[in-house]
């Protein structure tokens, strides 16, 4: 369950990262959704600490997917406006993107701490359920982010 969590956290912070947008200036589409994440993360990180059984580790799953599945409007504007943002952001992120990307940084490493309170309930069919439906969503929103080639979904046909 620990490294199913601390994957998942880790496709987050990806997202995050190749996903990155500032809130004033050039960037300040960006910006606002790195604050929206911010909220999630941090709504994430209070659910944890009140974690007493496996039903509230679905409620938290279930409400990080919901807080990522409100920004796929915002992400998609950003690939439309942006074109391939893993480019733009990846290797030499804006200086004013720099604040907002450190404070998504140090909310990952508190949620991968928080995250050890679940490890209980990663057995639990119903979290199980919940955790693979995330990853679901995560996969969609790479899907947003990076497509792929004509090419790449043929080869998963065969």
């Not at 907002?100 to 057995?123: F, N, R, T, W």
């Amino acid at each position: 369950m620990k490294k199913l969590v601390i994957g998942l956290i880790m496709m987050v912070i990806s997202f995050v990262l190749l996903n990155a947008k500032p809130a004033q200036g050039e960037y300040a589409d960006i910006k606002d959704l790195l604050a929206k994440q911010t909220k999630v993360f941090e709504e994430y990180i209070k659910a944890c600490e009140n974690v007493k059984e496996a039903k509230d580790v679905v409620v938290i799953i279930n409400n990080f997917k919901e807080g990522f599945k409100a920004l796929i409007p915002d992400l998609k504007a950003l690939v439309k406006k942006y074109g391939d943002i893993e480019k733009l952001f990846q290797e030499n992120p804006p200086e004013e993107l720099k604040p907002d990307l450190e404070k998504i940084g140090e909310l990952s490493q508190k949620m991968a701490e928080v995250s050890v309170k679940l490890a209980p309930y990663a057995q639990d069919p119903e979290v199980v359920k919940a955790q693979q439906e995330f990853v679901k969503l995560m996969q969609e929103m790479k899907e947003i982010v990076k497509p792929k080639t004509e090419e790449e979904k043929k080869e998963k046909t065969e």
